[in-house]
Every structure is written in C-alpha cells, then in structure tokens.
C-alpha cells in the first residue's frame, strides 16, 4: 500500500487539499499550489527539495504543455535524481490525437533527462519486469494512463 507520510500532493483548489487531508495526508505534504510551482519552489513546505523516487502528474485538460510544465519543474536541473525514478502521467480524452500527445511527452521526457546522464525505459513494453500485470488498460474510460522508468544510462 501506500505509505501517506510519503506521498505529496500539489493541487490548485483549496477544497481538494482539505479533503485529502480530511483523508489521511499529512497536512504538510498537502500545498495549495500547481504541480509546478510546488516543484519548483524549496521554501518550508514546498517540494523542490524533496528527492522524490516517484512522480504522477494528472494532465486532466489534456493540454500537454501544462503537463511537461509539471514534469520540466520536477526533473529540470535536477543533480540529485536517484534513478530509478517513475513518472507517470495521465491525459483526458481518449480520442485520435492522444497518441500524438503521450509521443510528445515522452519526447520532452528524454529531452529533458538525457543531458543528465538517464534514458527512459516505457514500463508497458516489458510490464513483467516492473511487476505490472499484462492485462492493464493504457486507455480506460477515455483517459490514457502512462508510466515510465529513467534508468542511468549506460550505452
């Protein structure tokens, strides 16, 4: 399961983070903020200092550049990543242009980690090694879910 005391959640409504404290999140890893400004920012309470082995960013518009905002902010410039590193990400509308869409976050993926020395491993093309069952959706109920892996890369 999940472990609360480590889990961080940015979110831009207030109402949001007081039920996910009401919840059971710690109310410090609770910021009303967006995922990047949180992740940008290393002021008391705010996440940029945290070495996280983890990251999902909910892309609920749909809108990529909002979504390699979020991603930019937790992974730019970054000397202390600890690979490995999972990102997840999800993008609303499951209609034809959301492939073009998932390509074009995985693109400004490897663009962004590649100078630090990672490449990204796609967790859905080999799942058994990541312990994923080989029945699960990328796309469910019009949302497409994706996960990743940066790994050193030692090429």
Same mark, same amino acid.
Request: charged letters at 20%; a negative charge.
């Given at each position: 399961? %999940?472990?609360?005391?480590?889990? $961080?959640?940015? &979110? @831009?409504? +207030?109402?949001?983070?007081?039920? /996910?404290?009401?919840?059971?999140?710690?109310?410090?890893?609770? /910021? $009303? +903020?967006?995922a990047a400004d949180?992740?940008?920012?290393?002021?008391?309470? +705010?996440? #940029? &200092?945290? &070495?996280?082995?983890?990251?999902? !960013?909910?892309?609920?518009?749909? $809108?990529? *550049?909002?979504? %390699?905002?979020?991603?930019?902010?937790?992974?730019?410039?970054?000397?202390?990543?600890? *690979?490995?590193?999972?990102?997840? !990400?999800?993008?609303? #509308? #499951? &209609?034809?242009?959301?492939?073009?869409?998932e390509q074009q976050?995985?693109?400004? %993926?490897?663009?962004?980690?590649?100078?630090?020395?990672? @490449?990204?491993? $796609?967790?859905?093309?080999?799942?058994? @090694?990541?312990?994923?069952?080989?029945?699960?959706?990328?796309?469910?109920?019009?949302?497409?879910?994706?996960?990743?892996? /940066?790994?050193?890369?030692? @090429?």
């Amino acid at each position: 399961g %999940i472990r609360y005391s480590k889990c $961080h959640v940015a &979110n @831009r409504h +207030a109402t949001s983070c007081d039920q /996910l404290v009401a919840f059971g999140l710690p109310a410090k890893n609770v /910021l $009303h +903020a967006s995922a990047a400004d949180a992740l940008k920012q290393t002021s008391s309470g +705010a996440f #940029g &200092n945290i &070495n996280f082995g983890a990251y999902y !960013f909910d892309g609920c518009g749909g $809108h990529v *550049p909002v979504l %390699i905002e979020m991603i930019k902010a937790g992974l730019s410039d970054r000397k202390d990543l600890q *690979p490995p590193v999972a990102i997840g !990400f999800s993008l609303v #509308g #499951g &209609n034809r242009d959301v492939v073009d869409k998932e390509q074009q976050v995985f693109r400004d %993926i490897v663009s962004i980690v590649k100078p630090l020395g990672l @490449r990204v491993e $796609h967790v859905l093309d080999d799942p058994e @090694r990541y312990g994923i069952p080989l029945d699960v959706l990328k796309v469910d109920g019009g949302t497409l879910t994706s996960w990743c892996v /940066l790994e050193t890369d030692t @090429r």
